[in-house]
C-alpha cells in the first residue's frame, strides 16, 4: 500500500503499537493526530517539528503532556487558556507601542529631520521587519513551502489589513509619485518571485535581482526626500511633506535658575514614574477596566524598568533622572539575557558581566551631570535605548504568539500552508499592527502608511532574497530548490490583486487616501482568505494544488 503525505509517496509497514512510515515525519508535528492518545506525548517530546514551535514556553507540550488529549474537557480547557494567554501577549504589544515605541520613532525621526514618510519605509519598517529578516537567514533550511506562505500571507495582512486600517483611523492624500513608487516596486517583486519560483528553482542570479530591487528602492526614496528638501524652504517644508515636530522641553531652554539640590525629590520622582496606574484613570474607570489595568500593571511595571521613554507631550519629555540610570544596566542585561547570551564570554569572561562592568561608569557620570527637576541635553541618546528595548520586546511577545497560533493551528489541524498564511502570518505581523495602528492614532498615518510597504517589501526582497541565495551557496549546482506548496500560487495571485486593487482606488480617487480606500483594501483582503480557507477545506481547487508527479514514478 503507498500513501501519499505532504506531497510525497511513503511506504508503511505495520509494527506492534500503531502503523510505522518509512518517511520521517519530524518535519510535521501534525501528526501527533494519527497516533494513539497514549504515544502523543512521547512524539511531541521527540519530535523536532514540534519544538520548532516553542519560543520560550513549550505551548504544545503543555496542551499534550502536561494536560493530555485524553481528558477532553482539561484539554479544551487548556485550549482556551492559551488564547487568553494569546489576548494578554495582544495586550501587551499595544502598550509597548502606544507608550514607548511611537514617542521613540518621532523622536527619532525629530533628530535625524527627516520626513514621517520617510521615517515609515526606513526606520519603522526596519525594526518592524528586521527581527524576522535575521530568523530567515539564520535559518535557510527552514521548510520552503511554509516560509512562502507565511511571508506572502504577512505582506497581505499588512497592506491589505493595516495599510487599510490606517486610512480608515486617519485618512490623508498621497503624493502620486510616492506611492505609485511602492507599489511598482512591490508589483515588480512579486511578478519576479513567480515567474523565477515557477519551476521550483532559484539561482543565485534571481536572489540578487530580488536583493537589488530593494536597495534601488531605498536609493530612489532617500533621493526623492532630498531632492524634495532642496527644492522647498523649511517654512514651506511642511505644506509638502510633515515633518514629525518634537519641541524642547522649556524646562532644557528657558529655565536657566539652579536649585538648591540636583536630586531633591529623586526618591519621589522616581516612584511617581515607575507607578503603573494612573490615579485620575483608575477613579474615573468602571470595574472591568480596573480588572484591565491590574491585568497588564506587572508587565507595564517590567517595561518602564527596563525601557526608557521619550516623550515630548509628557513631562520633561518622560525624564526621570534615577530611573533613567537604572536603564543604563536593565535594558542591556534584558537584552543579553531574552537572547539567550548569558553563556557567551568574551576573553573568558561573561558578556552580562561586561554589560555590568561598562554600565557602572555610565551611571555614575549620568548621576553626577543631571538633575532630577531637568532634562539633560544627553536625554535624546536615551531614545536609541528606547528603539532597542521596544523592538526587543515586539520581537520577543510576537513571537510567543506566533508560538501560541501555531499550536492552535496543530489542534485544528491546519495543513502546512494555510497555517502559514493565516495564523503565522498574523502573530509575524502583530507587531506591525500595535504599532503602525498606535501611529495612525497618534497622528502619523503617512509614517504608519509607509511602513506598511516598506516592511514587507524588505523581508520579501531581503529576507527571502537572502534566504535562498544563502540555500544555493549550500549546494553543489549553486541553485537552491524551492516549493511553495498548496497554496503559494494562492498567495501570490492574491497579493497582486491587493497591490493592483489599491493601486486603481488611489487611481480613481485622484490618490486621495479616503476611508473607501482603506475599507477597499480589507475586503480584497477578507476575499483572500476566504478563497484560500475555501481550499483549504477542499470546496474549491485553489491555484496552487501540487500536482507533482511522485518522484519514483509510482
Known sequence: MVLYYSGQFVTPRTSTSHVQFTFSFQDDCSYLHMLPVEEQCEFVQTTEACAESEYYFNYVGFLYCTIGSDSEYLFDLGFVLLLCICVYYFVVLGTTADKFFCPTLAAIAKALNISEALAGVTILAFGNGSPDLFTAVANPDADTELMFSELLGSAAFVIGVIGGTVLLIQPFDFPPWCISRDLAFFIAAIVWTTLKAADERFNLYDSAILIGMYFLFLFLVVWEFIQERQRTSPTNDESHERTVNLSPNPASSTQQETRPSANEGLVVDFCNHLSPLDPEEWNKAGWAMRIFYLLKAPFLVLLLLTIPIVDSDVERDGWCKLLNICHCLTLPLLIVFVNGGEQFKIAKVYIFVWVIVLALPVMVAIYYTSRTDRCP??????????????????????????????????????????????????????GDLFSNVALARQGYGKMAFAACFGGPLLNLCLGLGLTLMTKAFGVQDLIADVRKGVMGENCEVYLFQILTTTWLCLLFTNFQGRRSVGLAMIVTYLMFLTFSFLGEFELIHPYGTDHHPNPDGV
Open 377 to 430: 541635553h544627553y536625554h535624546k541618546f536615551f531614545t536609541l535605548l528606547s528603539f532597542l528595548g521596544c523592538i526587543q520586546v515586539i520581537y520577543v511577545v510576537a513571537q510567543e504568539v506566533v508560538s501560541v497560533l501555531e499550536t492552535v493551528g496543530i489542534v485544528l489541524k491546519l495543513s502546512k500552508s494555510v497555517l502559514g498564511l493565516s495564523l503565522l502570518a498574523w502573530g509575524n505581523s502583530v
